[in-house]
């Protein structure tokens, strides 16, 4: 007997077979249960998440005579018996992607008048529905305008965006998600007992991964898988099905980008894409394994996400802890940006390579605004440290007046009783109202309202900001003419700072 793959073998025949998709099947089941049948669904998702069995499921339960409690066909009633014939004329598979003309749909429609043989409706199937000409969109246009009530469309397509929207408003669309990890884990469990081949749960791990999150892909490369291996489906031999690179090379080449050791880091891959292996695949390899890294430095029990082999786990574990989280996500957006350059590229081993050192040095391609913050920390940094040390030498280092004024709006805003001083200093423009020379500090006021910043001047930001960063010998307050009571507000100038010099400017 001829071999059957295992995704057509095990394809699922009523809902309760099902793996995910629970809100199609929950609005399917519903829509049977009530009778409230529609003319046209949309069936909309990527390859291999059931949209095609789901369809022939919902064709044989909505013709079928005693249907069970969950709406799905019961599969011993004569139609159900009919309809799962090879030879079954009520349900009617069309591949849009070979039959897209305006002919194929003008048949279509003359065939559609013709009431079902044994059932209760006609269903017809229409995959890949995208690929129809727009003169056949046009031609199937009108048949769903006014379909025969014996007639149920249901139009499959992994690319929604190309069917028109006249089509589109016309269908009862159901979106079809990718399955998890887990949801496919356990169905490759139940797969490779029922064929009685024992397996390591990492591999299982592996292969549901590489079929991201479709069934049909997941399980051909199962498949693949146990053909591969004459007893026990291992990790490393599913590793080998799928062209991967080994993990512990990998993990050698991550550990040198952690240590920024371009040297090593170049020489493992030398190594690995002189072994044939895709250079491609490489990069997807490492940008997973650090993403793996990231999951073992940040969650507790990350290998219940991961389903590694604990040696494997346990060296990421010290690899998260020997790198941070800012290098890892810059490492994983350097690999991360290849992947379209390596399409096009005649020279993907070069683009690796250049990623590589580019992942070994964090400031390889960090942009200018990138640079200006980090000089900008460093300034900070080393001000407060100067500013700290009692052992500096009697070169001062001199801050701009206008960061000391910065200080000053600091301090005051950690201080609620201060808050009127507050907005007050706050109007103060640094450029035009401050200055510092000759050990002279000059401010100048223009409002009424500045004058309460003085309040707080004398005992926090000339004793301490200016103590610290100015040699002061003079204040110089600088009162502007238009402000009011201009005499009070000098009496009160010459009570918080003394004998310094008071300058009123005059008016224009």
């Given at each position: 007997m001829a071999h059957v793959s295992l995704y057509r073998k095990y394809r699922p025949t009523s809902f309760d077979t099902m793996i995910g998709q629970r809100h199609i099947v929950r609005t399917l089941k519903n829509t049977i249960l009530s009778g409230k049948i529609s003319h046209a669904y949309l069936f909309t998702g990527t390859r291999g998440t059931g949209k095609t069995t789901t369809a022939k499921i919902f064709a044989r339960a909505i013709n079928c005579?005693?249907?069970?409690?969950?709406?799905?066909?019961?599969?011993?009633?004569?139609?159900?018996?009919?309809?799962?014939?090879?030879?079954?004329?009520?349900?009617?598979?069309?591949?849009?992607?070979?039959?897209?003309?305006?002919?194929?749909?003008?048949?279509?429609?003359?065939?559609?008048?013709?009431?079902?043989?044994?059932?209760?409706?006609?269903?017809?199937?229409?995959?890949?529905?995208?690929?129809?000409?727009?003169?056949?969109?046009?031609?199937?246009?009108?048949?769903?305008?006014?379909?025969?009530?014996?007639?149920?469309?249901?139009?499959a397509t992994t690319e929604v965006d190309k069917i028109p929207q006249t089509i589109l408003s016309r269908c009862m669309r159901l979106d079809f998600k990718l399955l998890t990890t887990a949801e496919l884990v356990d169905l490759l469990k139940k797969i490779f007992e029922e064929e009685g081949r024992e397996y390591q749960k990492e591999a299982l791990q592996l292969i549901a991964e590489a079929g991201d999150g479709s069934v049909r892909d997941c399980l051909s490369i199962a498949d693949i898988c146990m053909s591969y291996c004459e007893g026990q489906v291992g990790y490393?031999?599913?590793?080998?099905?799928?062209?991967?690179?080994?993990?512990?090379?990998?993990?050698?080449?991550?550990?040198?980008?952690?240590?920024?050791?371009?040297?090593?880091?170049?020489?493992?891959?030398?190594?690995?894409?002189?072994?044939?292996?895709?250079?491609?695949?490489?990069?997807?390899?490492?940008?997973?394994?650090?993403?793996?890294?990231?999951?073992?430095?940040?969650?507790?029990?990350?290998?219940?996400?991961?389903g590694l082999p604990i040696e494997i786990y346990n060296r990421l574990v010290r690899l998260g802890d020997a790198c941070s989280n800012d290098k890892l996500v810059h490492m994983v957006d350097v690999f991360m940006d290849i992947e379209g350059q390596l399409k096009y590229s005649n020279s993907a081993q070069v683009v690796v390579e250049m990623a590589v050192v580019k992942a070994c040095d964090l400031f390889v391609s960090i942009d200018t605004d990138g640079i200006i913050k980090r000089l900008k920390d460093v300034e900070?940094?080393?001000?407060?440290?100067?500013s700290l040390d009692s052992n500096q030498s009697?070169?001062?280092?001199?801050?701009?007046?206008?960061?000391?004024?910065?200080?000053?709006?600091?301090?005051?805003?950690?201080?609620?009783?201060?808050?009127?001083?507050?907005?007050?200093?706050?109007?103060v423009d640094t450029k035009t109202q401050l200055s510092y020379k000759d050990n002279v500090l000059v401010i100048t006021v223009f409002s009424d309202k500045q004058f309460a910043v003085l309040d707080y001047f004398a005992s926090e930001f000339k004793s301490i900001i200016c103590k610290e960063y100015f040699e002061i010998t003079d204040v110089k307050i600088v009162l502007d003419n238009k402000i009011d009571e201009v005499e009070q507000g000098i009496a009160k100038i010459t009570e918080l700072v003394g004998d310094n010099k008071i300058t009123i400017k005059k008016g224009e």
């Open positions: 005579l005693n249907p069970r409690e969950d709406g799905s066909p019961c599969e011993t009633c004569e139609v159900c018996k009919a309809l799962s014939a090879p030879n079954c004329l009520d349900i009617i598979e069309m591949d849009a992607a070979s039959n897209n003309g305006v002919d194929d749909i003008r048949d279509l429609r003359e065939k559609v008048k013709f009431p079902p043989s044994v059932g209760k409706y006609k269903v017809y199937i229409i995959d890949e529905v995208h690929m129809l000409s727009q003169s056949a969109f046009n031609a199937l246009l009108k048949t769903l305008e006014e379909p025969p009530q014996h007639a149920v469309f249901i139009l490393d031999d599913v590793l080998e099905v799928l062209g991967a690179s080994s993990p512990t090379m990998i993990l050698e080449l991550v550990e040198a980008l952690v240590k920024s050791d371009v040297r090593s880091a170049l020489e493992t891959v030398e190594k690995i894409i002189g072994m044939g292996k895709n250079v491609s695949l490489l990069a997807k390899d490492v940008a997973k394994t650090l993403r793996n890294v990231v999951f073992a430095k940040n969650c507790v029990n990350a290998n219940k996400i991961l900070s940094k080393v001000r407060t440290l100067i009697n070169e001062r280092f001199q801050l701009d007046v206008g960061e000391v004024w910065g200080r000053l709006l600091n301090i005051l805003n950690k201080n609620k009783s201060m808050i009127v001083a507050y907005n007050a200093a706050n109007d």
